[in-house]
């Protein structure tokens, strides 16, 4: 006998105001009309960060439930049409196939969730990113779950003293790993430290590793330009951490958002930038398409329902990190097209290499000593 319960953080890019700026409030206004309409959750919460709208959905039908993707997409299909009729920016972009087929993964939205035995207290953080990719992760997860200068807990609490299991998609090979941390620590750097390839799906507890109790944080991993094989824009992730009593405590899991780190990203997914931590109000990207911004919306969940949200970064101590943004955001523009600011050749979403590669074919000759 348990108290099961899914939580399904389902977002996609459906159209931009202005551009790939935010998203209509219509569209938000639409998606809550065709949630209230179902009876297959327990709650909702619709949100929005940049030009991404994201569906937060606790439910009693598990991860990967055929039902709750379609009700998704469903969702999607319809915040389309308004942003149709609005003729809103790259309307339905995420939206890459004309039907859906049984899993809303592969299709284009990005997709985390886990089925939790809900506790008798059960605080949670919806982390959502705009203007970046699934490794922004990385640094943060590796912060909150194995790092003792971030996450106290990992030495003073004796119910974390032992750490945690990552588990490690190799996003090209479409394979997966697992870390035990600390003993594994630093061979797991080696991997994470390549965000653009390796990234942290998930973080276990160990003592019950791979039990619906063990689950601690749950990221999703869609690259949409593998699943595409062209240019489709970055992957703005999201993630799902559950805190305190054994877990990072609330303030150990945002702590890691008060040093703007680099993130892949910004404008035309080609650059590097620093990963700003907003408020929903602040959620609006829009120096050089961005900085990448990273939104927490915390709840404790009530028998599935969602009591909240609390609006993490708006508060004052997150102020620093935001100016620390600009500035970096600012230093890093002034190298224009030069590497490190713009992504390396392999990494550009966007890509005149081969055009201009061809065209030159014929004025480059070898170099002679
Ligand atoms: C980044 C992003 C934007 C666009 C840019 C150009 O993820 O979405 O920076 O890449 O605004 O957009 P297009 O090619 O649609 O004109
Ligand atoms: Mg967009
Ligand atoms: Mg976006």
């Known amino acids: 006998m348990g108290n099961k319960v899914t939580i ?33 959750l327990e709650d909702f919460h619709v949100t929005a960060v940049g030009d991404d ?12 439930s055929t039902e709750i993707h379609k009700l998704a997409w469903n969702v999607f299909e319809a915040a389309t049409e308004e942003a149709k009729a609005l003729k809103l920016y790259g309307a339905g972009q995420d939206l890459l196939s ?81 870390f035990s941390c600390p003993k594994d620590l630093y061979d797991m750097l080696v991997f994470i430290g390549a965000p653009s390839r390796f990234v942290v799906h998930s973080v276990y507890r160990k003592d019950e590793a791979g039990s619906a109790a063990s689950i601690a944080a749950q ?8 699943i595409a094989g062209r240019y489709v824009g970055k992957d703005d992730p999201v993630m ?21 780190h680099l993130v892949a990203g910004w404008m035309r997914g080609s650059h590097t930038g620093p990963l700003m931590p907003v408020g929903v109000a602040d959620a609006t990207p829009t120096r050089f398409d961005g900085p990448p911004r990273v939104m927490a919306l915390g709840f404790q969940l009530a028998e599935g329902k969602l ?30 097209p030069f590497e490190p600011h713009r992504l390396p050749l392999d990494e ?22």
């Not at 990221?219 to 593998?226: G, P």
Request: aromatic share 8%; proline share 6%.
């Open 307 to 336: 009591v909240g949200p609390q609006d993490m970064f708006a508060d004052v101590s997150f102020e620093p990190a935001r100016e620390e943004a600009n500035r970096i955001a600012g230093y890093m523009r002034r190298m224009g």
């Open 348 to 369: 550009m979403e966007y890509t005149t290499l081969s055009t201009v590669m061809d065209r030159m074919r014929d004025r480059w000759s070898p170099i002679e000593d």
């Open 8 to 40: 399904s953080v389902i977002k996609a890019d459906v159209g931009g105001l202005v551009g790939h700026t935010i998203v209509h409030p219509r569209l938000i206004e639409r998606a809550q009309e065709e949630l209230a309409k179902t009876d297959l």
């Open 53 to 64: 709208l994201n569906l937060i959905l606790t439910h009693r039908h598990g991860t990967d």
């Open 98 to 178: 004309d039907a859906f087929s049984g899993n809303i993964k592969g299709m284009g939205p990005g997709v985390a969730e886990m089925e939790i035995e809900e506790r008798s207290s059960e605080p949670i953080i919806i982390f959502m990113a705009d203007k970046t990719e699934p490794g922004a992760w990385n640094l943060p997860l590796y912060r909150m779950f194995a790092d003792p200068f971030n996450t106290a807990g990992l030495v003073i609490d004796p119910n974390m003293h032992d750490g945690f299991v990552f588990e490690v998609h190799d996003l090209k090979e479409d394979k997966r790993v697992h």
């Open 219 to 226: 990221a999703s991993t869609q690259r949409l330009s593998l």
């Open 240 to 260: 799902i951490v559950r805190c305190q009593s054994g877990l990072p405590a609330v303030g150990e899991a945002v702590e890691p958002f008060s040093y703007p």
